[in-house]
């Protein structure tokens, strides 16, 4: 959680036939979702990452969020300026 947002990151839920492992074994690369933290869970955005992340590889810091992938790259988000 960082403010009144929540993060959560991970493989994609999704078993492909060909592939059944794919997800699960970093092939699929990673998400990154973001939900209202005050009502509950509306999720607001989706994001498509490289790789899957890191476990515990998340951190937000002055409007940034950044978030570690298993593929050793690190991804920063910046806050929106609207």
Same mark, same amino acid.
């Given at each position: 959680?960082? @403010?009144?947002?929540?993060? *959560? ?9 060909? &592939?059944?492992?794919? +997800?699960?074994? !970093?092939r ?11 009502? @509950?869970?509306?999720?607001? *955005? ?9 476990? &515990?590889?998340m951190? +937000?810091?002055? !409007? ?19």
């Amino acid at each position: 959680r960082a @403010g009144e947002t929540l993060f *959560a990151a991970g493989s994609p839920d999704v078993v492909d036939p060909q &592939d059944p492992h794919g +997800a699960w074994e !970093g092939r699929r690369g990673g998400l990154l979702s973001v939900f209202a933290a005050a009502d @509950g869970g509306k999720q607001l *955005a989706e994001y498509p990452l490289k790789s899957p992340p890191v476990w &515990d590889g998340m951190a +937000a810091a002055q !409007g940034n969020l950044y978030v570690a992938l298993d593929d050793g790259t690190i991804v920063c988000l910046q806050e929106s300026q609207d």
